[in-house]
């Protein structure tokens, strides 16, 4: 017999109070696990570049296309020491419903200036002198079944017709916030079928990538390059990538805010099912906590018996929680990409979700008992012990 | 010094509700020599359980002093109280209350989980006080397995397994038939005579009052 014993038995002294509080904290965990993993999976979409690019699109909205000359010119301007370009291919894949992100780009250089997209460089080498060849991420590889040799059929809609790739690599991410999920194939065939069926918007691009020498400069020198085509045709605008893809997804930011926040709040509520449980608990044993004063039980005892049975309490519903979430996560990313597959190509459950899902849930549970425990020293004995519930 | 160990100076107590004094013991005194057995007879509401509260430490008296075995009870902190009690003091109440998800072994062996016995020790002192209350076949009996005499006996192993020197007991008997109160009242004389417990019995029985050695009757807050 140990004090922790007791803790453990109190468990089970009402099945049914202690198995609906431990479902109520487990959807609670589940749903901020679900809500955490939405959250994450924007922000590795919307922050996952680093530092040193820039993005230059049109000034007016991403929507217009700058001409592919400007290349040269932002090369030239000091402290940019890599210029690549891209374009939004747009499309259908089959019936649409799975959706992944496809870029057309100068493969060359593109590579050279995302290195933590990583192909091996047989796969590389295939891919670069194929004009009909696509590169895919493993993840998207995965999801969708497809081996190197493959062919993928496009539907076009901004680039109207059918077009055909052959997957020539398969990449993978070097840092864990690179996108496994999109597909690239060359500008150049893109361009070259444009200049044929709309000869007015062959040769113009959707942004540039911009790497620089500095990252520090980014704002001097994002000024330099917009001041280069001032009073051009096509004035431009640059920015870091992040803020590039923040910008792209403000709309989708202010509901992420909402998420994020939502988040946070159902954890109060957790908290508020831990202690309305523990406050009941702790008022039908009144009497036996003031037996258990006379016996010499003190403050750190009666602090052992209720944070104990809150965390074990809330630690059980966390990890019930944690175990739906794995299912439950897969589902959901699979139904957020289908719907809005551009903001969330690819939703996994972050790896230290679960983890911090259990700590937290220990947390709560601790919280949760703090009111109860007051309760419990506030009794006098002498009340206690006349209390007859 | 005198040599009682239960000394009771002048005591009076009031319990305030909404500032309204409810006098309930008035200049009450009284002395209790070692391994005594002294009944505490009243009607109910005369102050008894307010007396055996103030020998307890539960409350402070509004005026008067206490001392228990040559220690002032109102100078301890309340830390320094709840170690004391442990040591020096039995309780045994109406309601048992034993803890219904713990065997009738656990229920004795919690008090001494507050010590530094190891658990052989521990498992050795809880065997001899549920054999000297005649339950040394029930140990791992849970509450709910016991009659309700043999619920009030592990909670008197429980009061006794410390080896305090005083029990008190507030209507020990008063959730029992004849046949089992009678048994109790036995059990608490054989503590008495064969241990030496000075026991403070508080009961409106007269019958369970005259088990004890002498008898002090409290009526509206004073002995008469
Ligand atoms: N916490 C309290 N607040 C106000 N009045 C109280 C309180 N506790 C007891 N009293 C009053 O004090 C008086 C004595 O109570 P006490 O419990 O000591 O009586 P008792 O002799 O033990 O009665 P019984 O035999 O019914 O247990 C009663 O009138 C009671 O109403
Ligand atoms: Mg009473």
């Not at chain 1, 989708?252 to 831990?274: H, P």
């Not at chain 1, 009666?302 to 049975?309: H, M, N, S």
Request: hydrophobic share 45%.
């Amino acid at each position: 017999m140990t004090l922790f014993r007791y803790v453990l038995r109190n468990l089970v002294r009402h099945p049914l109070r202690t198995t609906l509080t431990i479902l109520a904290i487990s959807i609670i965990i589940l749903a901020f696990g679900l809500l955490r993993t939405t959250v994450t999976a924007w922000y590795a979409e919307a922050l996952g570049s680093p530092p040193d690019r820039l993005r230059t699109r049109h000034a007016v909205s991403i929507s217009f296309q700058l001409p592919v000359s400007y290349q040269q010119r932002i090369a030239a301007i000091p402290g940019v020491i890599g210029v690549s370009y891209a374009n939004w291919f747009g499309g259908r894949w089959k019936d649409g419903k799975a959706f992944f992100p496809r870029y057309a780009v100068e493969p060359t250089s593109y590579l050279a200036l995302h290195p933590d997209v990583h192909l091996p460089p047989l796969q590389q080498q295939a891919f670069l002198q194929d004009r009909r060849a696509c590169v895919v991420g493993r993840k998207l590889a995965e999801k969708l079944g497809w081996r190197i040799g493959d062919v993928v059929r496009l539907q076009g809609s901004l680039y109207p017709g059918n077009w055909e790739f052959t997957i020539r690599g398969i990449y993978t991410g070097t840092s864990p916030t690179t996108d496994e999920g999109n597909m690239y194939l060359h500008w150049a065939a893109m361009d070259e079928r444009r200049r044929i069926e709309d000869p007015g918007r062959a040769g113009t691009v959707g942004w540039f990538v911009v790497r620089m020498e500095k990252p520090e400069d980014a704002a001097q020198l994002s000024t330099t390059i917009d001041q280069t085509f001032i009073n051009s045709t096509a004035e431009t605008r640059t920015e870091t990538e992040q803020a590039f893809r923040a910008n792209m997804v403000a709309m989708s930011g202010a509901v992420i805010r909402v998420v994020e926040i939502m988040s946070v709040i159902i954890l109060g509520i957790s908290i508020l099912v831990v202690a309305n449980a523990m406050a009941m608990t702790v008022r039908e044993r009144r009497h036996e906590y003031g037996i258990l004063k006379t016996l010499g039980f003190r403050a750190p005892h009666f602090g052992l018996f209720i944070f104990g049975e809150s965390a074990c309490l809330s630690l059980l519903g966390g990890i019930l929680g944690v175990a739906l979430l794995y299912p439950a996560s897969r589902w959901f990313g699979t139904l957020l990409t289908r719907n809005f597959g551009g903001f969330f190509p690819i939703v996994e459950l972050p790896a230290h979700l679960p983890m911090l899902a259990v700590f937290l849930s220990v947390g709560l549970g601790l919280v949760g008992g703090i009111i109860p425990f007051f309760l419990c020293l506030r009794g006098r004995i002498q009340d206690e012990l006349r209390y007859v519930g | 010094m005198t040599s009682s160990i239960i000394d009771l100076q002048k005591i009076s107590h009031s319990y305030f509700r909404d500032d309204v004094e409810i006098p309930v013991l008035k200049q009450l005194t009284l002395a209790i020599e070692p391994a005594s057995f002294v009944a505490l007879l009243g009607p109910s509401g005369s102050g008894k359980t307010t007396v055996l509260n103030l020998m307890a430490g539960f409350d402070r008296p509004t005026r008067g002093r206490v001392s228990i075995n040559q220690t002032t009870v109102s100078h301890l902190s309340d830390r320094q109280l709840a170690k004391w009690r442990a040591n020096t003091l039995g309780f045994i109440f109406q309601f048992y209350n034993l803890i219904p998800v713990l065997t009738a072994a656990e229920n004795v062996e919690l008090p001494l989980l507050l010590t530094s016995l190891s658990r052989v020790q521990r498992a050795k002192h809880v065997t001899t006080a549920l054999r000297l209350v005649g339950l040394g076949d029930r140990m791992t009996h849970y509450p709910r397995q016991l009659s309700g005499g043999q619920e009030q006996r592990v909670a008197i192993a429980r009061a006794i397994v410390m080896d305090p020197k005083i029990l008190l007991a507030d209507e020990p008997t008063g959730n029992l038939d004849g046949e089992a109160a009678d048994e109790i009242m036995t059990l608490l004389q054989r503590l008495n005579a064969e241990q030496g417990k000075t026991i403070v019995l508080v009961t409106h029985d007269l019958e369970a009052a005259q088990r004890a050695t002498s008898i002090c009757k409290l009526q509206k807050g004073r002995l008469v």
